[in-house]
């Protein structure tokens, strides 16, 4: 029997998961968690083989909790199941740790697949998903973004406002906020830090010393 823990802000979904997965006899669950900081403290006590993960929660949301269970050693598989499949909430996901990647209107049996393959430690990706992770992955830096894009996000990286980039790009203050709209669009973000930590993530930014 696979161990789980269910992990969700909605009353409603966690009862919906705890009788499906109750109901087959593959599965047993151990308990429930309604944000991210629950999630490791009942990751840490319960002990599970598998823990469904929501992203987007109050408190502490899914990645950051995913991260803190894998600092704390706690060896439960972690099977991501969210609404979202937009590349901010996938690539740190899996990035952060987890095992899969599935979304709410999976079928039953795709799910209760997925969590027997992440019991295994095999990865387990709703398809929409692997093909999202696939199309990054064969997709070059210099495809995805422009050099003039990649300029202003390097200056934004280190800390300059959108009116000190465009004097050092000798650009208009409205043209750097054109340039920064295109990036959310292409890196899958919503703001300013979202778009430099997906760009470190993924290699466009690296690290650099002032020399």
């Known amino acids: 029997m696979i161990s789980l823990l269910i992990v969700d802000d909605h009353p409603v979904v966690r009862d919906g998961l705890r009788g499906m997965f ?8 151990l308990g429930e968690a309604c944000d991210g900081a629950e999630a490791v403290t009942a990751g840490e006590r319960l002990q599970p083989d598998v823990i469904l993960m929501d992203l987007r929660m109050p408190r502490v949301d899914g990645v950051a ?12 598989r972690v099977l991501v199941l969210t609404t979202y499949d ?10 952060a740790g987890a095992t899969g990647y599935l979304l709410k209107d999976a079928p039953r049996e ?22 999202r992770l696939m ?5 070059p830096a210099t495809e995805l973004l422009s050099q003039r894009e990649l300029a202003v996000l390097e200056l934004i990286a280190k800390g300059s406002t959108n009116r000190e980039a465009a004097r050092q790009l000798f650009i208009s203050e409205a043209t750097v906020k054109t340039h920064l709209l295109h990036v959310y669009a292409k890196l899958g ?11 470190f993530s993924r290699g466009y930014l690296t690290v650099r010393g002032d020399g």
């Not at 109750?22 to 669950?29: L, Q, S």
């Not at 199309?135 to 997709?139: A, H, N």
């Not at 973000?189 to 760009?199: G, L, P």
């Open 22 to 29: 109750g109901a087959d006899p593959r599965f047993g669950v």
């Open 65 to 76: 909790a995913i991260k803190e269970l894998a600092r704390r050693g706690v060896p439960a």
């Open 86 to 95: 937009t590349d901010s909430d996938v690539l740190p996901a899996i990035e």
């Open 110 to 131: 795709e799910l209760f697949r997925a969590v027997e393959a992440a019991a295994r430690g095999q990865a387990a990706l709703a398809p929409a998903v692997a093909t």
């Open 135 to 139: 199309g990054q992955m064969r997709r």
């Open 189 to 199: 973000v919503k703001d300013r830090a979202a778009a430099v930590a997906t760009a």
